[in-house]
């Protein structure tokens, strides 16, 4: 019955993802692939059910009302969510997420050696490399997480995804207040950590940032999916304006 | 200058062994050893509860009921199962153990007040288990006559208590290197980050439940060994030590030391088992003791509100700052230099 994940290329697949509170669906029968190796861009208005998306991918806080996930052949909506986060689908949070007590380079650890298995040393070494390769400044990495700026802490939350060696990456809105040069700066991280073979799936309302890095863009509004595929024709497609309302942004 | 800071405090640790190793040398009265006796107990019960309190974040408000367990488990096993009082200490850390098995099987479902509320009716509920009891636990006059500790034919009760300081600080030391381990470990790391972000937890990886059980069982293991302890060697069990005295003076000793730290309740524990004692004798001051102390904790978390461990903290973390400040002007210096140079 399970879809193999070779079959079409897909390491994960959304199917018939319902979730809803009450009366309210928030996200709604949404069926997608991600194919292994892209970048898979997510937008749409605010309270379009994006995060919540993420939220049920992951089961934190919660999984699906309904419908099924398969992440690499197998399903997981009803896995608890640290064996998801084991299994290689690892998020990030839109607001603000560290271990602040902890110092920086402890965060990065604490990726390596729960999401990635790792032993002590070995999660070590990841958590070096994956500071490197968020650029993170190593003079730094002792301090406590609470210390540092915004953009070091977006650094860490995801080395500590990234020094796991995720499968998947979910990024949600990681340019949200960042200074347009860390909006450049984060795209070419998002490129070089797919470059090392990370799928990633990321969530973002800066579309100048989506289209650059996205191979393939899928746009929500109120839950249910709006338009899907090439990127530059998805943002041109006359319904997502739209839903936008004709926000200054979509205009290039 | 932060290897200069853990040299001085490795030199402190070290001092204050010494000093604890030599001390019924210069300390000969039975009545001082007896407080120190007690103080190294209480430091064990304070440092492992802020294993689940401090370190985890666990609202676990039953732990001086884990004690209880101990010295019950401990009392119960001399009687009933005529058990050697070295085994009957070991069996009051498993039994507290089990018991934070079992308390831990609803905690992990729940969160923040509820959490106080049924770790603190759990301490209630033993208390009762106890008190019902009576004709195996001996109800409110508790139990008394337990043997006392032997070795190699020697009765630690001959010497104005020498051997149980030494066994009393042996236990206190071993329960520090076991939380010293546990709170390094990747196990310790977990658990600050749990207490952290729960959520951000769970995203990498970090299994929330299961680890709670954990250090729920981990914590009680000394905490219970401490309990048995404490009844091999005052001979009695009674139901007093559910008490909320004894909570309220333990949590004040974690409160007061510094909750996230090992050395601050130990320390605390010291300071205000003394304290309490010598308040205790000046004349009038029986009762009015615990409300000196309460003063005293609410001055201290008044101008340290997380402990006087924090102290010392306080000092390393402005250290690393420096020291990350003083890399970034030399690095910029160097780049400096060598931009003037290519010049």
């Given at each position: 019955m399970n879809a193999s994940p070779d079959q079409n290329g897909a390491l994960l697949q959304a199917r018939n993802v319902t979730r809803r509170f009450g009366e309210l669906v928030a996200v709604n029968d949404v069926s997608f692939d991600v194919l292994k190796g892209e970048i898979f861009g997510i937008a749409g208005p605010n309270g379009s059910g994006k995060s919540t998306l993420f939220n049920i991918l992951t089961g934190i806080p919660f999984g699906p009302s309904a419908g099924r996930i398969i992440f690499m052949g197998e399903e997981i909506q009803r896995l608890p969510a640290y064996r998801i986060s084991q299994a290689g689908l690892v998020r990030t949070f839109q607001k603000d997420a560290e271990f602040?007590?902890?110092t920086a380079r402890e965060n990065v650890v604490c990726g390596a050696v729960y999401?990635?298995?790792?032993?002590r040393d070995a999660a070590q070494a990841a958590a070096d490399d994956a500071l490197d390769a968020v650029g993170f400044d190593k003079r730094r990495q002792s301090l406590p997480a609470m210390d540092l700026s915004v953009y070091e802490r977006k650094q860490l939350m995801i080395a500590s995804a990234v020094a796991g060696s995720p499968a998947m990456l979910l990024l949600d809105e990681p340019a949200a207040g960042l200074t347009k040069p860390e909006i450049k700066e984060l795209g070419d991280l998002v490129l070089s950590i797919r470059d090392r073979g990370v799928t990633i799936v990321l969530i973002e309302h800066v579309l100048t940032l989506l289209l650059k890095v996205s191979e393939r863009l899928m746009v929500l509004n109120q839950g249910a999916v709006l338009a899907h595929g090439d990127p530059h024709e998805v943002v041109r497609d006359q319904r997502v304006v739209e839903a936008y309302l004709g926000k200054r942004e979509l205009v290039l | 200058m932060i290897r200069s800071l853990s040299g001085n405090r490795a030199f402190v640790l070290g001092a204050a062994l010494v000093i604890a190793v030599l001390m019924p040398f210069v300390v000969q009265d039975t009545y001082w050893r007896h407080l120190f006796i007690i103080a190294f107990i209480y430091a064990m019960v304070a440092s492992n509860w802020d294993l689940s309190l401090g370190y985890a974040g666990i609202f676990n408000f039953g732990h001086v009921a884990f004690f209880g367990v101990g010295v019950y488990a401990a009392a119960l096993s001399t009687k009933f199962?005529?058990?050697d009082p070295w085994i009957a200490i070991f069996l009051g850390g498993v039994a507290a153990s089990l018991a934070g098995a079992l308390v831990a099987l609803p905690v992990i479902r729940l969160k923040g007040i509820y959490v106080v509320l049924v770790t603190f009716a759990f301490g209630q509920l033993v208390l009762q288990l106890v008190l019902s009891q009576s004709e195996i636990t001996g109800g409110t006059q508790g139990i008394v006559r337990i043997p006392a500790l032997e070795a190699f034919g020697y009765?630690?009760?001959?010497?104005?208590k020498f051997g149980y300081y030494y066994v009393a600080l042996g236990l206190l030391v071993i329960s520090t290197i076991f939380l010293r381990f546990v709170v390094r470990s990747d196990f310790g790391m977990s658990l600050r980050a749990l207490r952290d972000n729960e959520e951000y937890a769970v995203a990498r990886g970090i299994p929330t439940g299961l680890q709670r059980l954990k250090v729920l069982v981990v914590s009680a293991f000394f905490t219970g060994v401490a309990g048995g302890f404490f009844a091999i060697y005052l001979r009695v069990a009674s139901p007093e030590i559910f008490g909320f005295p004894v909570q309220s003076l333990v949590l004040s000793m974690v409160l007061v030391g510094g909750t996230g730290t090992i050395y601050g309740p130990i320390a605390a524990a010291v300071i205000l088992t003394f304290a309490s004692e010598m308040l205790g004798s000046i004349e009038g001051l029986d009762e009015g003791r615990v409300m000196l102390i309460a003063v005293a904790m609410i001055i201290v978390l008044l101008f340290f509100p997380n402990g006087l461990a924090s102290i010392w903290r306080r000092r390393a973390q402005r250290a690393a700052l420096a020291d990350s400040a003083d890399k970034a002007v030399a690095e910029t210096r160097l780049i400096e230099n060598s931009a003037g140079a290519s010049r």
């Open positions: 602040p007590t902890m999401c990635g298995g790792l032993r | 199962l005529g058990a009765n630690f009760l001959r010497d104005f």
